[in-house]
């Protein structure tokens, strides 16, 4: 490397950390480290709406054999800026490989990237992508914090839907879980002032007629601001989605050496306003065992909408287009309104731990079991088994009637290096 380079970069580092500014060496400066994992995972389940090629509904076994290999490099430049990617290698083997369900399953929809990172290749027995699941810069200056590409966007917690998770919604029904809930290409600012005080604020551009062009008047813009007094967080949201306006709220606060969080999000357009709502404590016991009760609230579901579950219904069966996505996007699928959950978990012993999920649709008149059980085989490789099972009643529309009596059973082995 020349002096000029070298002096640039020395330079460089010296302007983003003034309070850590001191001689050191290039090699201190640059970081590079490669990590990732190999995964396989086996999952079985029958289902009866399942959608052939033909479009028509039928019953069927549906397998699938996913193997990834995921890998995570990461470039430390001094201690204020980083690189980061996941870049998944993907195989998947399926005996609906053809079908709209294994695109809705597997695939979903890529309508809402601003750059496509992106391969992939398919034939009647497998299906191979090369994909950027994450890719993200992030610099530290001072007290702020910039986030620049595809990211995670969370603004709560929770085991089931959290209201102010609207960028990225997870679900409970996810085969592999939040951690592998896909990120929205984003900028993300967070400023500091005080130890006690946060600032974020957060852009996701979205297209218009298809281009980027001119889509500031359409994307998405949340601004937080979130205070810690003691143990006690309460955060306030408020922005724009889309064509519409939302405001939100979260607190937590320790309750009798447990955690009680609550948090609400208004949503208001041209023609109507309603609010998604939450809540939930958590418990742990020293024995290893904890708990956690949650109620979920969604005022803007699929049987009251008969819009929203049109555009629903129809992305399954036709695909994603402009239309849908504007209609579906940053939104709560949900069926009905009034859910609540409970989950408890163990993991006192060292190789072993194991959690039961359940969820309830209340008025679906539903209930989702999802017990797990994690082992580690060995270092750094665990071995998982879970379960997806449900028993609906009623003829009512529910999110788990998929699973009724047909349980959906998993296994999954995970070498992380």
């Excluded at 609207?166 to 984003?186: H, M, Q, R, Y």
Aim: net charge negative; charged share 20%.
């Amino acid at each position: 490397m020349c002096l000029c380079t070298a002096r640039s970069i020395i330079f460089f580092t010296y302007c983003f950390n003034p309070v850590y500014a001191q001689d050191v060496s290039l090699n201190d400066m640059l970081n590079f480290s490669l990590s990732g994992y190999y995964q396989n995972l086996f999952v079985g389940y029958k289902l009866n709406e399942y959608y052939s090629e033909d479009y028509t509904l039928k019953e069927k076994l549906l397998v699938t054999d996913v193997n990834r290999v995921r890998l995570s490099p990461r470039c430390d430049i001094g201690r204020n800026i980083m690189f980061h990617a996941d870049i998944d290698n993907e195989f998947i083997v399926s005996n609906y490989m053809q079908s709209k369900t294994f695109d809705a399953t597997w695939i979903g929809f890529m309508y809402d990237e601003l750059y496509s990172g992106y391969y992939d290749y398919r034939n009647n027995t497998g299906y191979y992508r090369l994909k950027l699941h994450r890719a993200f810069g992030k610099c530290i200056m001072g007290k702020a914090t910039i986030t620049l590409g595809r990211q995670l966007v969370h603004f709560g917690s929770g085991k089931i839907w959290n209201p102010l998770d609207i960028i990225n919604p997870i679900s409970p029904l996810s085969f592999e879980g939040a951690e592998e809930t896909k990120g929205v290409d984003a900028l993300r600012f967070e400023l500091y002032p005080a130890h006690f005080f946060e600032v974020g604020f957060v852009y996701v551009p979205q297209r218009k007629n298809n281009a980027f062009d001119d889509s500031f008047g359409n994307s998405v813009y949340l601004l937080r601001n979130k205070v810690v007094c003691g143990n006690t967080k309460i955060a306030l949201l408020a922005g724009k989605i889309l064509q519409r306006h939302v405001g939100g709220a979260y607190i937590s606060l320790p309750v009798y050496d447990g955690l009680l969080r609550g948090s609400f999000l208004l949503n208001k357009d041209e023609d109507s306003m309603y609010y998604i709502a939450g809540t939930g404590y958590d418990y742990s016991f020293e024995s290893g065992f904890s708990i956690l009760l949650e109620y979920f609230y969604n005022g803007y579901c699929l049987s009251q909408n008969a819009e929203l579950y049109q555009a629903y219904s129809e992305s399954i069966v036709y695909g994603m287009n402009e239309e849908r996505y504007r209609t579906l996007a940053f939104h709560f699928l949900t069926y009905n309104r009034h859910y609540a959950g409970l989950s408890v978990s163990f993991s006192g012993a060292s190789l072993f731990s194991a959690s039961v999920t359940s969820v309830l649709d209340f008025e679906g008149h539903g209930v989702m079991l999802i017990p797990s059980v994690v082992y580690n085989v060995m270092e750094d490789c665990d071995l998982t088994f879970y379960m997806l099972y449900a028993i609906v009643t009623g003829n009512k529309l529910s999110d788990f009637s998929s699973f009724d009596n047909k349980p959906a059973l998993a296994a999954e082995v995970k070498y992380y290096f």
